[in-house]
């Protein structure tokens, strides 16, 4: 682990992050001068969007959208996620998942490796889940399986119309019952594994509901090759390990955001 004094996970908790596949942090993750900075930002590239493009759809947003590494590369995230996969970070996506007021989409119930076990080997991921705005019960907020390592549900094709994904594991291997809802203040966030079940109802509140994913690999993970033909990612800290080659950020990829929004790949 890094030699550096900032890290904000305890022993405790990221013993209770592998223990669980989850841990809520019931802190604020930015300054709120940079969080407004955030949310302001997130609200301009929203106002932008063509009106037959769903607010739920913004996948990968920071391959044209580059000032947004000022937040995923900054110590306040990263001190967050090292604890729990190690100093030599690499950015493997992000995605905001925006539910509008009165008919955000239901995201279906899912593990995260089941979209990218072509992509990564070994699959060690952990997602920061950032609350752009309060994440309530009303509003469509997240609900974990707690302890579902499966990672290796069978999926079937679900209603796209109803659904921000394609896919949903099948219900009978769901104990919806052990199901937690992470309820977050704005600025506050939940870290989750990538194989674990997760979901949530649609939006039928008068607020929105906005998060900030962004998700995290230890850079000794590598990215197939084939990959690269359609995704990009990042270091973020520290030095590669696994021989993989890095997008820079300073750069725009358009060609690359424009294959994510053909294809509908990723969440």
Same mark, same amino acid.
């Given at each position: 682990?890094? #030699? ?6 305890? $022993?405790?908790?990221?013993?209770? !992050?592998?223990? #669980? ?5 019931? #802190?604020?993750? +930015? ?5 407004? @900075?955030?949310? $302001?930002? +997130?609200?301009?590239?929203? @106002? ?17 959208? =580059? ?22 970070? @690499?950015?493997?996506?992000?995605? +905001? ?17 089941? *979209? ?21 019960? %009303? &509003? ?45 203040? $704005? ?37 197939? %090759?084939?990959? !690269?033909?359609?995704?990009?990612? !990042? ?10 080659? *890095?997008? /820079?950020? =300073?750069?725009? !990829?358009? /060609?690359? $955001? ?6 509908? &790949?990723?969440?």
């Amino acid at each position: 682990m890094s #030699e550096k004094s900032t890290l904000r996970l305890s $022993a405790d908790q990221v013993s209770e !992050y592998w223990k #669980e596949g989850f841990l809520i942090y019931e #802190e604020p993750i +930015f300054p709120q001068k940079e969080f407004d @900075a955030l949310k $302001a930002h +997130f609200d301009e590239e929203l @106002a932008l969007l063509p009106p037959d493009v769903r607010p739920e759809t913004m996948d990968v947003p920071h391959f044209v959208d =580059t000032k947004l590494f000022e937040w995923l590369f900054s110590d306040e995230v990263l001190d967050l996620v090292e604890p729990i996969i190690g100093p030599d970070i @690499a950015l493997f996506s992000s995605h +905001f998942i925006c539910k509008p007021k009165g008919n955000g989409k239901r995201v279906p119930w899912h593990e995260d490796s089941f *979209y990218w076990n072509h992509m990564l080997s070994p699959m060690k991921v952990v997602t920061l889940w950032l609350a752009i705005d309060a994440s309530t019960r %009303e &509003n469509g907020a997240m609900l974990i399986v707690p302890q579902s390592f499966g990672g290796n549900s069978v999926h079937e094709g679900v209603d796209p119309e109803k659904n921000v994904l394609p896919w949903e594991v099948r219900k009978h291997q769901i104990d919806e019952s052990k199901a937690v809802l992470i309820e977050l203040e $704005a600025n506050h966030g939940s870290l989750h594994d990538g194989r674990l079940l997760h979901g949530s109802p649609p939006n039928t509140s008068n607020v929105r509901r906005c998060g900030y994913t962004m998700r995290y690999m230890p850079s000794s993970v590598k990215l197939s %090759e084939e990959s !690269y033909a359609v995704h990009n990612i !990042y270091l973020a800290r520290g030095r590669d390990l696994a021989g993989n080659r *890095y997008g /820079d950020p =300073t750069k725009s !990829y358009e /060609d690359l $955001a424009r294959y994510r929004r053909r294809s509908g &790949n990723g969440h």
